[in-house]
C-alpha cells in the first residue's frame, strides 16, 4: 500500500492530446528507446521513424502526451478499435507513475477493453501490463516477428479500473 502512495505522489505530469507540434519529440522517444535497448534491434533507420510521425497520424490515432513543466516524458497510442501499438516513456520517466497514468487515460477513452503487444523478453514492461489487468492471449503468440523476438498479444477486458 505504501508503495502505491509512493508512486502516485510522484506523478506530476499533466496527461492530453498530443498535438502535430509534440509528433518530433514522440519520434525521438522510440528512436532513444531502440537504441537503449541492447536487445532489440533496430529494423527501421531513425529517418523512416521519424517519417511516420506526421501530423495525418492524429487523424488516424488518438495519442495522448504526459507533459511536465513543458517537458515530453512519454506518449501512447492507441487506434480507434483499442489496439495500443505504442507506449513510450523517456527513460527518466520509468517507475514513477507516468506509464500508468497514460494507460489510465487510455482505459477511460476505450473502457471496452485494450490489446497491444510486448516482447517476450521485456519482462519489466510485461510485470507492468500485468499489474494493470491485462491478460495474455496465447493463441495470438507471434515468434516471426521483423525483430526476430517473440510478441505476446495481451489484452485488457474492460470495465472498472
Known amino acids: 500500500m505504501m508503495n502505491s502512495a509512493v508512486r502516485k505522489a510522484t506523478v506530476t ?5 498530443a498535438t502535430a507540434s509534440d509528433l518530433p519529440v514522440c519520434a525521438a522517444i522510440i528512436n532513444n528507446c531502440i537504441d537503449a ?3 532489440l534491434p533496430r529494423t527501421i533507420d531513425h529517418t523512416d521513424v521519424e517519417a511516420l510521425f506526421v501530423p495525418s497520424l492524429l487523424e488516424k490515432r488518438t495519442m495522448f502526451v504526459a507533459e511536465e ?10 487506434s480507434d478499435d483499442g489496439f495500443v501499438p505504442a507506449l513510450y ?6 517507475n514513477k507513475g507516468v ?38 492471449d496465447p ?6 516477428t521483423e525483430e526476430g523476438i517473440s510478441t505476446l ?3 485488457w477486458p474492460g470495465g472498472a479500473q
Open 37 to 39: 535497448t541492447e536487445w
Open 139 to 144: 493463441a495470438r503468440r507471434d515468434d516471426a
Open 89 to 94: 516513456l523517456q527513460p527518466a520517466a520509468r
Open 99 to 136: 506509464g500508468k497514468a497514460l494507460l489510465d487515460t487510455a482505459k477511460i477513452a476505450h473502457p471496452g477493453g485494450l490489446e497491444l503487444t510486448v516482447f517476450e523478453c521485456n519482462t519489466s514492461a510485461l510485470r507492468f501490463y500485468k499489474r494493470e489487468g491485462f491478460d495474455e
Open 69 to 78: 513543466h513543458g517537458e515530453i516524458l512519454g506518449y501512447l497510442s492507441m
Open 13 to 17: 505530469s499533466q496527461i492530453r492530446r
Open 153 to 155: 498479444w495481451l489484452r
